[in-house]
């Protein structure tokens, strides 16, 4: 069965570090593109990171630079290194999967989802 868990949610102070991890079973652990999206209270869920086999990641201008993402594929399972963290990141983070090369930045092109990990960042 396709399933995605996120972990490593939590609070923590501007300035600080999380990481997210998501373990990818089934299906999803082959998936050609992984991706983190969060959402935040009141607002639409939007693209975060994602990283495709033996690629390059690509971010989201509001995280490059502070976000890093990767995966082992040897072990399905994908992590978020959070640096730098501002309140405004604030926001439940879902992991995601798609089975495409190119499912770009919308929700659209992702096949699965996880039920999301809560991150407060307090200023």
């Known amino acids: 069965q396709a399933q995605l868990i996120e972990s490593g949610g939590g609070l923590v102070q501007a300035g600080g570090s999380l990481r997210l991890s998501c373990a990818a079973s089934?299906?999803?652990?082959?998936?050609?593109?992984l991706g983190w999206f969060r959402q935040a209270p009141g607002k639409e869920r939007v693209f975060v990171a994602n990283i495709r086999r033996n690629s390059p990641a690509a971010y989201a201008d509001s995280v490059k630079g502070r976000f890093t993402i990767s995966r082992d594929n040897a072990k399905s399972t994908l992590s978020l290194q959070m640096d730098s963290l501002k309140p405004e990141d604030t926001a439940v983070y879902y992991c995601?999967?798609?089975?495409?090369?190119?499912?770009?930045?919308?929700?659209?092109?992702?096949?699965?989802w996880g039920q999301g990990t809560q991150v407060t960042v307090s200023s």
């Open positions: 089934g299906r999803t652990g082959f998936a050609a593109t």
């Open positions: 995601a999967a798609s089975l495409g090369l190119n499912p770009g930045t919308s929700e659209s092109g992702y096949h699965y």
